[in-house]
């Protein structure tokens, strides 16, 4: 153990703080922290009409704040560039010695092997190699660069850091434009067979409900997504978190139309999350995006939808709770995510 510590120190990782006290038989033992510095990743959260990075060091910390600038509708190569921006606005360089990787939550189908990205239909994006894009506008190797789905990045965030620490079984329900779900399973996260587990937003919860995007009707993200919302509220000429804080304002001054239209929200909400508590048995469910600013004034009829569709058995036993990263969850996850190489072989620093 005393090989490893020095080992970890020396490579700036870890630091001693004296010996801890000890009554017992045997040598004190080191007190050793983490050394949040001395391994840094750029977290990179691509929305719909954002970019937004931060820097975070190792045990989650964030040495630099949230940064953040507007899109609209931008090319593959034209975030790439954005993103590159951003890092320099950060004061990142490729050659930064502390800087080891860089981690990317995309609202999209993403394969984490490379960073591929077949699909993701809010950005109009497909078939786009952003792993390769991405390396090439910060000039660094495509093997420090990680991409992810944001609901998946979200879970990890909110697993390791937020609401969901210390539960083994979690699902992070991520409402923006569309609705995704990031699955912990047994303490680790649920991928699937190509990275695409959790495409919850196209899960069938109103039969006579509205066409989806993806051409089925009574999808869930066409039922309880940011359009439904607004569209319930009466909200035009708006959208973002803009239009939802203004439905949120009027909801807290008691605007009836406004109160319906939540409620309302709920009510599909609870119904998507009920058929996930029956399919994964989960301790918690972690709600992210538009969800969490909304959590107070929906939970009422959330939870009874909930309670409709799930079995008592198992709805007994799993707690749904607003995000504690709030949005930052994608951020952290994203860290984590690159940061995770480094911690799988602390020699590659």
Same mark, same amino acid.
């Given at each position: 153990m005393a090989d490893l510590i020095h080992e970890l120190a020396g490579r700036g990782l870890v630091v001693e703080d004296?010996? *801890?006290?000890? *009554?017992? &038989?045997?040598? $004190?033992?080191?007190? @050793?922290? @983490?050394? %949040?510095s001395g391994a840094v990743a750029l977290a990179v959260e691509l929305g719909v009409e954002s970019v937004a990075a931060a820097t975070i060091g190792l045990g989650g +910390? @964030?040495? +630099? +704040? !949230?940064? =953040? /600038? $507007?899109?609209?509708? #931008?090319? #593959? &190569?034209?975030?790439? &560039?954005?993103?590159?921006?951003?890092?320099? /606005? /950060?004061?990142?360089? #490729?050659?930064?010695?502390g800087v080891v990787g860089v981690g990317v939550a995309v609202p999209g189908l993403t394969r984490r092997a490379d960073g591929f990205v077949h699909l993701a239909p809010n950005l109009g994006w497909k078939n786009v190699d952003l792993g390769r894009l991405l390396a090439e506008a910060?000039?660094?190797?495509? =093997?420090?660069?990680? @991409?992810?789905?944001?609901?998946?990045?979200?879970? /990890?965030? =909110?697993?390791? !850091?937020?609401?969901?620490?210390?539960? =083994?079984?979690?699902?992070?329900?991520?409402?923006?434009?569309?609705?995704?779900?990031?699955?912990i399973i047994g303490g680790r996260p649920m991928l699937g067979a190509a990275g695409y587990a959790g495409e919850a937003g196209h899960m069938l919860v109103n039969p006579d409900g509205r066409r989806c995007t993806c051409g089925a009707s009574g999808c869930w993200e066409t039922e309880a997504g940011e359009a439904a919302l607004l569209r319930a509220a009466g909200v035009r000429g708006m959208r973002g978190v803009t239009a939802v804080n203004a439905v949120v304002d009027r909801v807290a001054a008691g605007d009836a139309s406004a109160v319906a239209a939540v409620a309302e929200i709920g009510h599909w909400l609870g119904m998507g999350v009920g058929n996930l508590i029956n399919l994964l048995n989960p301790e918690v469910v972690v709600l992210g995006g538009i969800f969490q600013p909304l959590f107070p004034f929906l939970r009422d009829p959330m939870l009874r939808a909930?309670? %409709?569709?799930?079995l008592d058995e198992v709805s007994d036993l799993v707690t749904v709770v607003p995000s504690a990263l709030g949005t930052s969850a994608q951020l952290h996850g994203a860290a984590e995510m690159a940061l995770a190489v480094l911690l799988a072989d602390p020699s590659l620093r």
């Open positions: 004296g010996m *801890s006290s000890t *009554s017992g &038989r045997g040598r $004190p033992s080191p007190i @050793v922290h @983490v050394r %949040a +910390q @964030v040495l +630099q +704040q !949230r940064v =953040e /600038l $507007p899109i609209v509708k #931008p090319s #593959p &190569r034209e975030t790439a &560039r954005l993103v590159a921006e951003l890092a320099a /606005l /950060l004061g990142l360089a #490729p050659a930064d010695r910060l000039g660094m190797p495509a =093997e420090r660069v990680h @991409v992810g789905n944001e609901a998946d990045l979200g879970a /990890l965030g =909110e697993h390791r !850091r937020g609401a969901g620490r210390g539960c =083994e079984n979690l699902v992070f329900v991520s409402g923006e434009v569309g609705i995704g779900a990031g699955l909930v309670r %409709a569709r799930s």
